[in-house]
């Protein structure tokens, strides 16, 4: 089954910004190693939620307008896509990205297959 981790930082990049260069080359290598893991079909992060375009279809005439739509306070800061053989083994790759520990959250979401 595919699964999305939808890595929501939370207060992990205000964790991150006050490591050190080491502290921050040893974290980053925690997500690269976690891309290259055989179930990892991909990974990316996003942009700020602020470089985001919304586009809604109305009467079919698409209208856009800058930003997210939703005013929240958690937003998916990024994702990865796996493929794993069950609900566990995916909740064991999400536990290994570093915003899970560092005040940010990763929601496990399986994916409609068709």
């Known amino acids: 089954m595919k699964y999305a981790l939808l890595?929501?930082?939370?207060?992990a990049l205000e964790?991150?910004?006050r490591m050190s260069e080491d502290e921050q080359r040893s974290t980053l290598g925690?997500?690269?190693?976690?891309?290259?893991e055989a179930d990892v079909l991909g990974a990316q992060q996003l942009q700020?939620?602020?470089?985001?375009t919304t586009v809604r279809v109305e009467d079919g005439k698409a209208l856009t307008t800058d930003g997210p739509f939703a005013d929240t306070k958690?937003?998916?800061?990024?994702?990865y896509l796996v493929e794993a053989d069950d609900l566990d083994r995916a909740l064991e790759l999400a536990a290994r990205i570093p915003a899970a520990r560092m005040g940010g959250a990763v929601e496990v979401r399986p994916l409609v297959e068709r």
């Open 7 to 11: 890595i929501y930082p939370g207060t």
């Open 15 to 17: 964790e991150f910004e």
């Open 74 to 79: 958690e937003v998916v800061g990024g994702f």
């Open 30 to 36: 925690e997500y690269m190693a976690l891309s290259r």
């Open 48 to 52: 700020p939620p602020e470089s985001a």
